[in-house]
């Protein structure tokens, strides 16, 4: 007979290797099943168990918006749209949220940024000067690669920049949670781009601001863009042991 304690404690320590095998087996899908629905019931209970991610002083700043069917239709055909007036004139971009990127980008991260797209890119065998596959292959993002649900995050404005830190321990913990229930996801920070346009579409509060935006469902198997592997430094690259 376990007292409280000791059956917390067995629900918290046990079972660690499906954790690994979840961070591990995660990637940024750019293919889903358009037909294979994700059921309410599954999406609500991945939101439940990612709201236990840490945040200072317990805050808990994140608001998530879920499009499906319809709602997810009428977001798609608007930012991209959007999408196809800005190629044809940059001045009328909309301005971000906030800087998601630097605005000049430096060693090393300027090598990871160009190996990360040209390898892509070229696993699609689409080169530099193919502009027009270039634009259709990002506005796939504002299609939500196909996945049949598409998640937007928010946070009150009024909260500092800590909370930024906070939400990307509750996204990691969706995408964690997702793939241990066989589902895979891609967080896009291409919606930052579009942050006036999507709000309007989500009825948000005046004071917030979009974060970036996800999609989730299930990888297509059969799609090549889904073998593309982005490598990591070895954890000796960015650890200094103090002394």
């Excluded at 040209?118 to 596959?133: A, C, E, F, P, V």
């Excluded at 270039?134 to 937007?152: E, S, T």
Aim: one cysteine or more; glycine letters at 6%; hydrophobic letters at 40%.
């Amino acid at each position: 007979m376990h007292t409280m304690f000791e059956k917390r404690a067995v629900d918290v320590f046990g079972d660690c290797q499906t954790v690994d095998a979840a961070i591990h087996s995660r990637f940024s899908c750019r293919a889903f099943l358009r037909d294979q629905e994700v059921a309410p019931a599954l999406l609500e209970e991945i939101l439940q168990v990612a709201s236990r991610a840490p945040s200072g002083s317990n805050a808990q700043p994140w608001k998530v918006y879920v499009l499906q069917g319809d709602a997810r239709n009428r977001l798609i055909t608007a930012v991209c749209a959007e999408h196809d007036r800005v190629t044809a004139d940059p001045l009328k971009a909309e301005m971000e949220s906030y800087d998601y990127y630097p605005p000049t980008w430096s060693s090393p991260y300027l090598e990871r940024r160009r190996e990360n797209g040209w390898g892509l890119y070229g696993l699609l065998g689409i080169n530099k000067t193919d502009r027009q596959r270039m634009h259709a292959q990002l506005q796939r993002n504002y299609r939500f690669f196909d996945a049949p649900v598409g998640l937007m995050f928010t946070v009150d404005r009024a909260m500092g920049r800590g909370s930024l830190l906070d939400y990307g321990t509750f996204m990691q913990n969706i995408m964690l949670c997702a793939r241990s229930r066989g589902l895979h996801t891609c967080s896009q920070a291409a919606w930052n781009l579009f942050p006036t346009t999507v709000l309007r579409h989500l009825g948000a509060a005046q004071g917030e601001m979009l974060v970036c935006g996800m999609s989730i469902g299930y990888a297509d198997p059969t799609a090549i863009v889904n073998t593309f592997q982005t490598p990591r430094e070895p954890a000796s690259s960015f650890t200094t042991w103090v002394e």
